[in-house]
């Protein structure tokens, strides 16, 4: 695990199942659809129980490099911020950009909501097929571009696997040394 203390934000690197956090919000890497998929779509919407899905329902979808919030229903985390992602063509259509401005958008949620811990998965890198070490630049970037707005207490990067959680603390020490 890495931990960084910035501007007063504790940012960890974690691996871990994202659903069993305390915190006041956890991001899900959510399909345009926002009703549930695969990965860890799936495992929030399973803990999270039925009524998540039917708040979703009343959201009409989220367009990629946007998010949307919920209630967490039965997750310890008292939201769900539901966050778009691209799929990975190659890095020719603008998918860069668009996952910059889900973080971005993710934190906005976050904010109008009084959210002050969050926690965020790998987003876009599971079958969307992102590159991890180019996700994780851009989560580390996003997540010390909050920490200097004041207005989070900690911020964790929740990686499924040792490997990872390894590439994403990699990318959030050399973000800090810049």
Same mark, same amino acid.
């Given at each position: 695990?890495?931990?960084?203390?910035?501007?007063?934000?504790t940012?960890?690197?974690?691996?871990?199942?994202?659903?069993?956090?305390?915190?006041?919000?956890? +991001?899900n890497?959510?399909n345009?659809?926002?009703?549930?998929?695969?990965?860890?779509?799936?495992?929030?919407h399973?803990?999270?129980?039925?009524?998540?899905r039917? !708040?979703? =329902?009343?959201?009409h979808g989220?367009?990629?490099?946007?998010?949307?919030?919920? =209630?967490? /229903?039965?997750?310890?985390? @008292?939201h +769900?911020?539901?966050?778009?992602?691209?799929?990975?063509?190659g890095?020719?259509?603008?998918? !860069?950009?668009?996952?910059?401005?889900? /973080?971005?958008?993710?934190?906005?949620?976050?904010?109008?909501?009084? +959210?002050?811990?969050?926690?965020?998965p790998?987003?876009?890198t599971?079958v /969307?097929r992102?590159?991890?070490?180019? @996700?994780?630049?851009i @989560?580390?970037?996003?997540?010390?571009?909050a920490?200097?707005?004041?207005?989070?207490s900690?911020?964790i990067?929740?990686?499924?696997?040792?490997s990872?959680? @390894?590439i /994403?603390?990699?990318?959030?020490?050399?973000?800090? !040394?810049?």
């Amino acid at each position: 695990m890495t931990t960084l203390s910035w501007h007063d934000t504790t940012i960890e690197v974690m691996t871990g199942d994202i659903t069993t956090l305390a915190v006041d919000a956890i +991001v899900n890497a959510a399909n345009e659809s926002l009703l549930g998929g695969g990965g860890v779509d799936g495992a929030i919407h399973r803990a999270a129980g039925p009524g998540l899905r039917a !708040e979703c =329902q009343t959201l009409h979808g989220c367009p990629t490099g946007d998010a949307k919030i919920t =209630q967490g /229903y039965d997750l310890p985390a @008292a939201h +769900v911020i539901h966050a778009v992602g691209p799929v990975w063509h190659g890095g020719k259509h603008g998918e !860069e950009a668009l996952l910059e401005s889900a /973080y971005r958008n993710s934190f906005a949620r976050a904010r109008e909501n009084d +959210v002050h811990s969050i926690a965020f998965p790998a987003i876009s890198t599971g079958v /969307y097929r992102f590159p991890k070490d180019r @996700a994780a630049a851009i @989560a580390a970037a996003a997540a010390l571009a909050a920490a200097e707005s004041g207005d989070f207490s900690r911020i964790i990067l929740c990686c499924f696997s040792e490997s990872d959680a @390894a590439i /994403y603390g990699e990318a959030l020490t050399r973000a800090a !040394e810049r």
